[in-house]
């Protein structure tokens, strides 16, 4: 009896780990996303806005925000301005009232980003994920789970 508790005991606490490795989900603004395979995070940001996740050739942003006061649809607008601000050449939109994708080449790098609303509109939650051209047969399947996977929580500890 003592035998099997403890074979049990050792085995449930690893599934549990390993759940967490592959999954972040932020308090402050009540979103989550499944983190793909071998992206290894970096820390919370000290505001708790959201977290980097780096693996050796690329990087995925996951934060969330404030709506400015023009609402969800002029932040998107915001984030592709400044992306484009910092040399990104975006080939790709879409955009609804609750949310937008995008993408863009940079020499010979990928940028796919999403953005959600939350909170009634006021709050937003995106992700971007950066890669080599070279890889991106290998990162389409991973941009379609991360699509898939990114979605608001029950509540925001910042919802107003």
Not at 11 to 23: E, K, M, N, R
Request: proline share 4%.
């Amino acid at each position: 009896m003592r035998a099997a508790l403890l074979a049990l005991l050792l085995v449930l606490p690893l599934p549990a780990l390993a759940a967490d490795s592959g999954h972040y989900t932020n308090v402050r603004f009540g979103f989550a996303v499944d983190v793909p395979a071998g992206f290894v995070g970096q820390g919370e940001s000290d505001n708790s806005d959201g977290q980097m996740f780096k693996t050796p050739t690329a990087t995925l942003m996951v934060y969330g925000g404030n709506v400015g006061n023009g609402g969800f649809e002029d932040e998107v607008r915001q984030q592709q301005g400044a992306d484009g601000t910092d040399g990104w050449n975006i080939t790709y939109q879409v955009s609804t009232p609750r949310d937008a994708s995008y993408s863009g080449k940079r020499g010979g790098r990928i940028l796919y980003a999403r953005v959600i609303a939350l909170c009634g509109g006021s709050q937003f939650a995106a992700f971007d994920l950066e890669y080599s051209r070279a890889d991106m047969a290998k990162f389409d399947p991973v941009v379609g789970a991360l699509v898939r996977s990114f979605r608001a929580t029950d509540g925001s500890a910042s919802c107003n």
